[in-house]
């Protein structure tokens, strides 16, 4: 495993209006993020899955999960689909530990299922004291933007945060461990849901990127987003 000096060593990549002595010192001193990729869903739109489309130099997964290498993540996982062939395959190819692999029994019951799956997982790091919810299909976000949003949730612990762009609000979302322990026994369906019902207190981070509102669902998003970076 890289260290965590080792990986934060390009604080002037961080956001603009972060101070990068603070971010870096916060990446390094607290690497306490847990992050949770969504991998589990068919890409029925697409056509073929979306994890393992061509992005830059690598893979639209190789992309999400360098990013947060970059950011010195405490722990990186992904949920899967069971007996997903062509994805483990790719995530060996990235020397993306098997241990850190999280099977949804259940993938047809959406994405809130896998989060709920990665809640209730043994294999989280004790030292882990929030969770980075990540959509598997946003490799275009900013390595910028997810480095304010980390440094606003160490400024915010205890609260669920979440990214805002144009008045919408986006992912990924980070959760405290009160908010996190809920989800092991919620009765919500949806993300959505589970955000209005859960106690912990949520705060908003706006940030100026119109690529926190975009999806890669489609054949035209992948072209259009390909085209643009």
């Known amino acids: 495993m890289r260290k965590a000096a080792e990986v934060c060593r390009s604080p002037r990549r961080f956001a603009r209006n972060v101070e990068p002595i603070f971010l870096v010192s916060v990446l390094i001193k607290h690497p306490s993020v847990g992050v949770v990729i969504l991998g589990a869903g068919a890409s029925v739109r697409m056509g073929q899955p979306k994890l393992l489309l061509p992005w830059r130099d690598?893979?639209?997964i190789g992309g999400i999960i360098s990013q947060w290498r970059e950011l010195?993540?405490?722990?990186?996982?992904?949920?899967?689909?069971?007996?997903?062939?062509e994805l483990a395959a790719e995530l060996d190819r990235l020397d993306f530990p098997a241990s850190n692999r999280i099977e949804n029994p259940q993938p047809e019951r959406g994405m809130f299922s896998s989060i709920v799956c990665a809640a209730n997982w043994s294999g989280w790091r004790r030292e882990i004291s929030s969770w980075a919810i990540v959509l598997g299909d946003q490799p275009h976000l900013q390595t910028e933007t997810l480095a304010q949003l980390l440094a606003f949730q160490a400024q915010n612990p205890g609260r669920i945060c979440q990214p805002m762009s144009g008045g919408r609000l986006a992912h990924p979302v980070i959760l405290p461990p009160s908010a996190w322990k809920e989800l092991t026994t919620t009765r919500a369906v949806t993300l959505k849901d589970?955000?209005?019902?859960?106690a912990t207190p949520r705060v908003q981070c706006v940030i100026n990127d119109p690529g926190l509102t975009l999806d890669l669902d489609t054949p035209e998003d992948y072209k259009r987003l390909t085209g643009s970076h």
Do not use: E, G, S
């Open 58 to 60: 690598t893979t639209v």
């Open 72 to 85: 010195c993540a405490a722990q990186i996982t992904v949920v899967m689909r069971p007996n997903d062939a």
């Open 194 to 198: 589970f955000l209005k019902l859960v």
